[in-house]
Nanobody, 123 residues
């Protein structure tokens, strides 16, 4: 069992910042899992935003490069997403995901998912 719980979402004005957090727990969770953030808005497919492996190598979607930063605290089993320069098109439900032996932004490679936290950017 792996439990992922996101927090930190909410309303923000265009150009503003938010920091999302995801707490990982459960018997089956391992600190070496790759962790990632995905987002989905109504009528759109789920999109990979950023991923980070156990060695802190990172991948970003082109749409967020230079604005978002993914990080992790392995000692506390926490995942973060610092989002700066937010745009209206960043509005979505953001979910964290964990997977073993993966390093990508393909949702099919992740085994565990959180419920998500809503981010709404107003222009």
């Amino acid at each position: 069992e792996v439990r992922l719980a996101e927090s930190g979402g909410g309303p923000v004005q265009s150009g503003g910042s938010l920091r999302l957090s995801c707490s990982a727990s459960g018997y089956s969770y391992r600190s070496w899992f790759t962790l990632a953030w995905f987002r989905q808005s109504p009528g759109k497919e789920r999109e990979g935003v950023a991923a980070i492996d156990a060695d802190s190598r990172t991948i970003y979607a082109d749409s967020v490069k230079g604005r978002f930063t993914i990080s992790r605290d392995n000692a506390k089993d926490l995942l973060f997403l610092q989002m700066n320069g937010l745009k209206a098109e960043d509005t979505a439900k953001y979910s964290c995901a964990a997977g073993a032996y993966c390093y990508s932004l393909r949702s099919s490679e992740y085994d565990y998912w959180g419920q998500g936290t809503q981010v709404t950017v107003s222009s």
